[in-house]
């Protein structure tokens, strides 16, 4: 099955700087990777999702990126701030028949004002 | 506006109790997930539903069954609760599959098995 694997697990960052989170999954059939952000005592929320047929995204601030050679995707958010803390989840997903997501581990991300 | 609803924001049960956690959603979803989310781990699936009386295995099935006799309700059941169960749980829905739907998610349970 797959398995996807997320780093850092924690990342402390200024106000301003920017911030990746790196994720890398073991199916090559999978194809559609989400982000989710978890804020303090929320409920998970897709902020955003890319498909294997691109390359890059970009939403704002946040763009993600896919390499489907090296199966692995990251998150970066430009100009960070304050309210961008929370628990960030990368996904990996098979989409046939069903979706089933399969959840990184989190990164923790912290943007010290 | 999507709404994933979780019966209970907090549960203190005892080891050996019979537990049910109760997740309604109102946007006439297909699909409806169980996730676990404990520290370090991320969010582990359960079980999942793409139709009523339909349920499907997810990656941490043991010590957990479900039920969904109605397609907006699934419940997650944990016949003899133990303390390696002390966690939150996550309810979600999203359209039907084939469709690149995101996952909406309820607030969560945080279960306290003693």
């Known amino acids: 099955g797959e398995n996807v694997e997320q780093h850092p697990s924690t990342l402390s960052v200024q106000e301003g700087d920017s911030a990746v989170i790196k994720c890398t999954y073991s199916d090559s059939a999978s194809n559609y990777f989400p982000w989710y952000k978890q804020e303090l005592g929320k409920r998970p929320q897709l902020i955003i999702d890319i498909r294997s047929n691109v390359g890059e995204k970009k939403d704002q601030r946040i763009a993600v990126t896919l390499n489907k050679t090296a199966k692995h995707f990251s998150l970066h958010i430009t100009e960070t701030q304050p309210e961008d803390s929370a628990v960030y989840f990368c996904a990996a997903s098979i989409i046939t028949g069903f979706q089933k997501l399969v959840f990184g581990t989190g990164t923790r991300l912290l943007v010290s004002p | 506006d999507v709404k994933v609803t979780q019966s209970s924001r907090y549960l203190v049960k005892r080891t050996g109790e019979k537990v049910f956690l109760e997740c309604v959603q109102d946007?006439?979803?297909?699909?409806m997930f169980w996730y676990r989310q404990d520290p370090g781990l991320g969010l582990r699936l359960i079980y999942f539903?793409?139709?009523?009386?339909?349920?499907e295995k997810g990656d941490i099935p043991e010590g957990y069954s479900v039920s969904r006799e109605k397609k907006e309700r699934f419940s997650l059941i944990l016949e003899s609760a133990s303390t390696n169960q002390t966690s939150m749980y996550l309810c979600?829905?999203?359209?039907?599959?084939?469709?690149?739907?995101?996952?909406?998610f309820g607030n969560g349970t945080r279960l306290t098995v003693t």
């Open positions: 539903s793409y139709d009523v009386k339909m349920k």
């Open positions: 979600a829905s999203s359209l039907s599959g084939g469709r690149y739907s995101p996952l909406h």
């Open positions: 946007m006439d979803h297909e699909n």
